[in-house]
């Protein structure tokens, strides 16, 4: 190979090589999509800390909240329970209790899911009046309180009338009665009152329908179903109770003795010189003319007795 050939070659590859080299030196890896970004205060927190740091108040509470900020309220409760473990008799440990029964309530999605994180809630607030009575954060676990009790109040109306539609009214009325028993003075307490009457009377217990209407009109005249209740209640009074089963007294003839028998006694037991056994006396139950089972007919038919 010519000496100027040689030359041209050793200039190609140093030039290559030169290119290599830098390819190789700036290329970075690409952040991937499902990389998640980590501020400075997470990188403060979870990528420094030490075995010893897990049990550091500070560190354990700075966890609960940077959890709690970015909503991610399952591990917000993990670390908020660890420190009051660990630091119950600490300063911030009320509120560590707030903020634990706060973000059971923040898991609560809507009234036609599961209640049980509104449950927990209620749980984790009581808990922080009777373990930390008096603390600055009573007026607003007291407000927290009520508005968990008005999301069950609400979730069980919405079941009940779920129930009533699917023609499921030993359910539905199950669920209308609870809130009338736990709630009565909620908002949603009128509604399932007139629920609960509807209900009976689907049922066929006219009078207990009517009981609740009249309850609905002494008890929330100016209610939204005030008036659907009065129109109903009117409907149910000119109609009358539902005839009530009535059981008679037998009127069917005895069946004759058996003729054979008779003779056959005549017979044997004179001439045995015994004397022929009388029938036991029977105590003369008389059935009074009519027995009514409205009650118990009524309560059977809505699972209370049968």
Not at 142 to 152: G, I, T, Y
Not at 195 to 201: D, F, H, K, R, S
């Amino acid at each position: 190979m010519p000496w100027h050939s040689r030359g041209w070659f050793a200039h190609v590859m140093v030039m290559i090589g030169v290119l290599c080299l830098a390819v190789g030196c700036s290329s970075k890896p690409k952040p991937t999509a499902d990389a998640k970004s980590v501020s400075g205060t997470d990188e403060q927190i979870f990528l420094g800390d030490t075995i010893e740091k897990n049990y550091d108040p500070n560190v354990i509470m700075k966890r609960g909240e940077a959890f709690f900020d970015k909503e991610e309220f399952a591990e917000a409760i993990v670390e908020y329970q660890h420190f009051l473990e660990l630091h119950r008799a600490h300063p911030l440990a009320v509120y560590a209790q707030y903020r634990l029964a706060e973000s059971h309530l923040r898991m609560g999605k809507s009234i036609d899911r599961d209640p049980d994180p509104i449950q927990k809630a209620i749980t984790a607030f009581e808990k922080l009046r009777k373990d930390f009575p008096g603390s600055k954060y009573e007026a607003q676990a007291l407000q927290r309180l009520a508005d968990c009790h008005d999301w069950l109040a609400q979730t069980h109306l919405f079941v009940g009338q779920f129930y009533y539609r699917r023609s499921s009214y030993l359910a539905a009325a199950h669920r209308f009665d609870m809130i009338m028993k736990d709630y009565p003075d909620k908002k949603v307490a009128p509604e399932a009152l007139y629920y609960l009457a509807m209900t009976y009377q689907e049922l066929g217990a006219n009078d207990w329908a009517t009981e609740k209407l009249q309850l609905l009109a002494e008890k929330y005249p100016n209610s939204e179903v005030a008036d659907s209740g009065r129109r109903l209640l009117a409907k149910l009074e000119k109609k009358g109770s539902s005839p009530t089963p009535v059981i008679t007294a037998s009127t069917e003839p005895q069946p004759a003795q058996d003729q054979p028998t008779k003779a056959l006694l005549a017979t044997s037991l004179p001439a045995a010189g015994l004397a022929a056994p009388t029938s036991p006396a029977i105590p003369d139950l008389k059935t009074p003319p009519s027995i009514s089972l409205r009650q118990p007919f009524v309560a059977c038919r809505l699972g209370a007795w049968c």
